[in-house]
């Protein structure tokens, strides 16, 4: 049959400097692990029809479309707070893929073979790390968090060298685009001023065409990209979830979620909580990701300044003006998540202290962040000493004579922000030992369908929800590269 892509090349409009033209490297013997067919659907690919053989020969980069036309990109970033140039080093971007809906979607293999921005690198992907992925990036999507999206997993055939010989695995990503602060680091720092500005003016084009008009483009762009960075971390201390690595390189202009190497899911309530084995300071514990993106922001503003005013004085002020706006913007948008965790439609100032005293009862008895607000939800509390606690009930006679007003809103408020499934860490770990090593795919595929449903709360499913005593104590995360 024809495959019918419908691809697209607006980014190699940018000055060349920003990007390196570079084929996949073609692989031995790719056999396809994963494919979404859902998510195949909705980009308006016709390809149900193929077979596993087809599709394992598009997903490895050994079939490309006629029209493709694949590229690197170039960018920067400041990892763990030390600048560095990067670039996609075991990545290439096939093209933007255009919707029947008229959406632009980038498409990009991760683990396709080296670029020119690989350095010591192999260009490769193991299994585990591109499974991990897909699996954790399904979830958030269906937990309603802006994120990029997993299209395919394909087994390239061949060994990858890492602290023991694994195997090569190519992910194929979606997303809204691969644009990054880190992108903006690398223009600013590294050419003159027309790459930035051109990269500017291309941004705005595709993500915030409603700045365009403005008389001062920038400062609008840059509270626009703040404004969506404020409701995603809002939506990761929602569900508990934790980057590991948020370096200005995995900050997404879009506002999506990117990046899934060393990520996991806090269980029991501790906004110190840290599991990526490389942040070894907790830079990026739980509790500090607002403050680290505040921090994030600030480095985007400061490559914006030339383009926000030629007056380097002014265009400071104006900045700082702006990014000072963070802590409350965050503030507000937080104690109204919070409130919906709890069913409230509307927070109000005294609402805090409640919200404030809950987690400072959950900190303090090291109760499941998750489960302790499904039982609210729920309205039905274990039989055990934890919920049997005075502290708790006080604080439980508050609350419920705080929600009283409406209780099927608040319910409904509920229903629809805590989840009765997330990634536990111990469960994605046995689902990807299993497939890497024994290449037994179902509990993958199980756990999958849990968590494409997390809303549903449903009996019979305590193997999900429960956590093993102790399993977070030695637990630690990988970047997977």
Request: proline fraction near 5%.
């Amino acid at each position: 049959m024809q495959i019918t892509w419908n691809l697209e090349h607006s980014y190699q409009k940018l000055p060349k400097a920003l990007f390196s033209s570079v084929n996949p490297v073609p692989v031995k013997s790719p056999q396809l692990a994963l494919f979404n067919e859902g998510l195949s659907k909705e980009l308006g690919l016709n390809f149900e029809e193929l077979d596993a053989d087809s599709l394992s020969a598009i997903f490895s980069g050994n079939q490309l479309p006629k029209d493709a036309q694949p590229l690197a990109q170039a960018y920067a970033g400041h990892q763990f707070g030390q600048f560095t140039m990067l670039g996609d080093g075991r990545a290439v971007l096939l093209g933007e893929q255009i919707t029947p809906s008229g959406k632009r979607y980038d498409i990009q293999f991760k683990g396709s073979g080296r670029t020119p921005y690989s350095r010591g690198g192999d260009g490769r992907a193991h299994l585990g790390a591109m499974l991990r992925e897909y699996l954790i990036s399904e979830a958030m999507y269906y937990l309603n968090i802006p994120t990029t999206r997993a299209l395919a997993v394909v087994l390239t055939g061949e060994p990858v060298y890492r602290e023991k010989v694994k195997q090569g695995a190519i992910l194929t990503r979606v997303g809204q685009s691969h644009l990054r602060v880190g992108t903006f680091e690398y223009a600013r720092n590294f050419h003159d001023g027309q790459h930035l500005k051109d990269l500017l003016q291309y941004s705005i084009a595709r993500h915030f065409p409603e700045v365009h008009e403005s008389k001062n483009p920038a400062l609008p762009f840059f509270e626009a990209v703040m404004s969506k960075q404020i409701e995603l971390i809002t939506q990761w201390m929602r569900v508990g979830f934790i980057h590991g690595v948020m370096n200005t390189d995995n900050m997404s202009i879009p506002g999506e979620t990117i990046d899934y190497g060393p990520c996991a899911f806090m269980n029991t309530y501790d906004p110190k909580t840290v599991f990526s084995s490389i942040d070894t300071q907790g830079r990026y514990a739980y509790g500090n990701q607002p403050f680290i993106a505040h921090w994030n922001l600030g480095c985007l503003a400061s490559t914006l300044l030339p383009e926000i005013s030629s007056d380097t004085e002014e265009a400071i002020k104006l900045a700082k003006e702006s990014i000072n706006k963070f802590p409350k913007a965050y503030e507000a948008k937080w104690l109204q998540m919070m409130g919906r965790k709890l069913g409230m439609d509307e927070v109000k100032t005294t609402d805090k202290a409640l919200i404030d005293d809950l987690l400072h009862w959950m900190k303090v008895h090291k109760a499941d962040f998750t489960n302790t607000f499904l039982y609210l939800r729920r309205g039905v509390f274990p039989k055990d000493n934890l919920y049997d606690n005075e502290d708790f009930k006080a604080w439980l006679v508050l609350w419920k004579e705080r929600i009283s007003g409406n209780m099927q809103r608040a319910q409904e408020l509920m229903d629809a922000n805590n989840p009765a499934f997330i990634p536990r860490n111990h469960l994605v770990e046995e689902a990807l030992e299993a497939a890497s090593a024994d290449g037994n795919m179902q509990p993958f595929q199980e756990l999958l369908a849990v968590l494409s449903q997390p809303y549903k709360d449903v009996t019979g499913m305590e193997k999900y929800q429960e956590v093993p005593l102790g399993v977070d104590i030695e637990y630690q995360t990988f970047c997977g590269t």
